[in-house]
T-cell receptor, first 115, second 112 residues
Framework: AQSVTQLGSHVSVSEGALVLLRCNYS??????LFWYVQYPNQGLQLLLK??????LVKGINGFEAEFKKSETSFHLTKPSAHMSDAAEYFC?????????????FGSGTRLSIRP | EPEVTQTPSHQVTQMGQEVILRCVPI?????FYWYRQILGQKVEFLVS????????KSEIFDDQFSVERPDGSNFTLKIRSTKLEDSAMYFC??????????FGPGTRLLVL
């Protein structure tokens, strides 16, 4: 079964600093990979999705993630953090070979931004 | 932009009562899902639904749970006899094949 591991349940960075949220997946076959963001008291919003078309995936709000097969990683980055980026971030993987397959979520990383 | 909607946004119920959570998926989507998130924990898959039947369910989705698409627009999750541990945020999602799953804003269920 697919799984994802997010390193660090809480990350705190200064405004303007680099954001790096780590995610490793379990499968040897590149699946669909996602990053979702959840703002306080809100639902899940898709930040970006990897579908094997390109290893560097650009998403909304200046975020991007790089798929590295050799490291089974899909880390999320943003060059310069903004206060509005404070939220919970979930790495997720599609269980099957279709994006219609169920999604398996990581445990989440809470991102805090220091002024 | 089309979006998944869910009602109610919040529901409080007594243990043992039945609840129905409602979702309106995006109109041309064919696959439907329920996920839940217990406070402070990860989002967990409950059930997927396609072509008017359950295509997959998790071990959480026991006989107390059921799903239905009663008409062409609604997708419901019923919990027959709620337990304290059913308290969670419940998310509905929908997609067409080879597209992203779109999530609704969630229904926060509190069982007292």
């Amino acid at each position: 079964a697919q799984s994802v591991t997010q390193l660090g349940s809480h990350v705190s960075v200064s405004e303007g600093a680099l954001v790096l949220l780590r995610c490793n997946y379990s499968s040897s076959v590149p699946p669909y990979l996602f990053w979702y963001v959840q703002y306080p008291n809100q639902g899940l919003q898709l930040l970006l999705k990897y579908t094997s078309a390109a290893t560097l995936v650009k998403g909304i709000n200046g975020f991007e993630a790089e798929f590295k097969k050799s490291e089974t990683s899909f880390h999320l980055t943003k060059p310069s953090a903004h206060m509005s980026d404070a939220a919970e971030y979930f790495c997720a993987v599609s269980e099957g070979y279709s994006s219609a397959s169920k999604i398996i979520f990581g445990s989440g990383t809470r991102l805090s931004i220091r002024p | 932009e089309p979006e998944v909607t869910q009602t109610p946004s919040h529901q409080v119920t007594q243990m043992g009562q039945e609840v129905i959570l409602r979702c309106v998926p995006i109109s041309n989507h064919l696959y439907f899902y329920w996920y839940r998130q217990i406070l402070g924990q990860k989002v967990e898959f409950l059930v997927s639904f396609y072509n008017n039947e359950i295509s997959e369910k998790s071990e959480i989705f026991d006989d107390q749970f059921s799903v239905e698409r009663p008409d062409g627009s609604n997708f419901t999750l019923k919990i027959r006899s709620t337990k304290l541990e059913d308290s969670a945020m419940y998310f509905c999602a929908s997609t067409r094949r080879e597209e992203t799953q779109y999530f609704g804003p969630g229904t926060r269920l509190l069982v007292l």
